[in-house]
């Protein structure tokens, strides 16, 4: 077996498998045998890494803590220590890691080796034929030292044959460029953020459009860019999931596939002028909808949108069955932030079959404020990174929870056992009103513990689901000077 430094040399950063030693499985074993020389003597250390990988695949330990609470989903089961999952992996899912070892190996070959009618599998860092997309690692660190930086949003829905072998792929590009951020890879395609130099998101993108997965379906309008770099995310975090945007529906029950239509940034924006110069008072029969949480709305969103007071998206399903006569004969245009969302939900709601139409604003609510910076869309733009908003204009359309000033620069509530967003001003800041509530607000006071498990008074006072009239009232948008 080849020792640590075998990796290094390959170019590859694994986690490392926290298993004991087992007897290879005769599917190895036929592989390695029919191998040459060269990469039988490299296979068992990527088999290894290929098991390590997919087993991290599988982690959602919630709250990202490593010890304890670490927890393992597979094949509808969840696995609470390591043993567990690896037993489970080895036995159902040999299959799978044959052939994320086959792929590596595969992409291992001298160039000479590989038929020009082949298109290998890309690892970790390996150069694209015809794009430099891998730089060394000297070339990178000169690259991470220009001023500035990026922060790339994309997705890409596409049926997927291999997403462990993407994920090897994604992780080693992604280290190589020594970008930061998270990527969701699930059968159904691709969700992430990632933040880095301008030349490394540059290279990112460059390496995303020639693979062979992604090259017919994928386009450099895909992405969304915005000012930011790597010091946007505390890590990287690339991952294999059921979903890749998490509705809590599986994708084989409500397919992408049936989405609502999308319209450009340009055709969104005339609808949206038709649909705000209606007089008001007279029944319309358009919802314009904001398929995101209540906290990205709060503070900004699209003139008198329906923004549901929903705390997480996978809320969206109950909210849009609670509120079915809502929708009933109604002309329906969607958005979200990156567009990622709404695929998944006009999917929904175009199932229960009560609406005129759906449509969906391509690229969200990112794409449109790169055409349309001071249209309808007033407020910021909620991210979900260290930023955590982006501005085009200068209104402020939130205020205070303490004492109602405008205002709209989030932090994280500082009692330790809550994970809320606060709009506290700096005046009330400096008068320790740091808390998302009263309940909070004492805990922080107190030093929390464990005796301290009451729910917060923000939890407690929203409804799960929130239910509407039976006519929308569309949210108005104050305008507030900055």
């Known amino acids: ?31 390695k045998a029919s191998l040459p020389p060269d990469l039988r003597k490299k296979y068992a250390f990527v088999r290894k890494k290929a098991f390590a990988i997919f087993v991290q695949s599988r982690e959602s330990t919630p709250g990202g803590q490593v010890q304890p609470g670490r927890v393992w989903h597979c094949c509808a089961q969840a696995f609470l220590c390591p043993v567990t999952i690896h037993k489970h992996v080895a036995v159902r899912h040999e299959a799978d890691i044959l052939r994320s070892v086959e792929e590596i190996l595969k992409a291992l070959k001298q160039p000479d080796q590989v038929s020009s009618q082949q298109t290998p599998f890309r690892p970790p860092g390996e150069a694209i034929e015809g794009a430099d997309v891998d730089p060394s690692p000297m070339d990178t660190e000169q ?17 997927l044959q291999d997403p462990n072998g993407v994920c090897v792929w994604q992780r080693g590009l992604c ?8 990527v969701r890879i699930a059968k159904e395609g691709i969700n992430g ?38 010091r946007c995310f505390p890590d990287l975090r690339v991952g294999v999931y059921s979903e890749i945007v998490p509705l809590g529906i599986d994708p084989l029950a409500l397919s992408y596939k049936v989405a609502g239509a999308h319209l450009s940034p340009k055709e969104f924006h005339e609808e949206v002028e038709r649909y705000v110069s209606e007089e008001s008072g007279t ?63 006009s999917a929904y709601l175009r199932s229960k079959g009560v609406c005129k139409s759906v449509y969906q604003l391509k690229g969200g609510i990112h794409k449109y404020l790169e055409h349309f910076p001071d249209g309808f869309f007033r407020g910021k733009l909620f991210v979900f990174d260290e930023r955590y908003a982006i501005a085009s204009n200068g209104d402020v359309i939130s ?51 464990d005796q301290l498990k009451e729910e ?27």
């Not at 280290?175 to 951020?181: D, S």
């Not at 398929?291 to 705390?311: H, M, Q, V, W």
């Not at 009103?433 to 929390?448: F, H, I, L, M, S």
Request: with cysteine; aromatic share 8%.
């Open 399 to 449: 205020n205070c929870r303490y004492c109602g000033a405008p205002w709209d620069q989030y932090r994280v509530c500082t009692s330790d056992h809550c994970h809320q967003l606060v709009l506290s001003c700096g005046e009330c800041q400096g008068r320790g009103r740091t808390a998302c509530c009263a309940t909070c607000q004492e805990k922080a006071w107190t030093c929390a513990n």
């Open 193 to 230: 953020t990632v933040g880095g130099s301008e030349a490394a998101t540059e290279r990112y993108m460059e390496a995303m459009l020639s693979h062979p997965v992604f090259s017919d379906v994928m386009c450099k309008e895909d992405f969304k860019s915005s000012s930011g770099g790597a």
């Open 143 to 159: 690259k991470d030292s220009e001023p500035g930086g990026r922060v790339l949003l994309f997705y890409c829905y596409c049926d």
């Open 1 to 31: 077996m080849m020792g640590e430094s075998t990796g290094s040399s390959l170019g590859f950063e694994f986690p490392e498998r926290d298993e004991e030693a087992s007897e290879m499985p005769r599917g190895s074993k036929v592989m």
């Open 456 to 482: 917060c008074d923000c939890t407690r006072a929203r409804p799960r689901i929130p239910v509407e009239g039976a006519v929308a009232t569309a949210v108005p948008v104050p305008l507030e000077s900055s």
């Open 283 to 345: 029944p319309s029969d358009t919802i314009l909808l904001d398929c995101r949480n209540f906290y990205e709305s709060r503070i900004g969103r699209f003139t008198k949108c329906l923004a549901p007071d929903i705390r997480k998206f996978s809320y969206f399903p109950d909210y849009v069955d609670q509120n079915l006569d809502l929708f009933r004969e109604r002309r329906v245009l969607m958005y979200c932030t990156g567009g990622i969302r709404c695929e998944r939900a």
């Open 175 to 182: 280290q190589r460029l020594q970008l930061t951020g998270k």
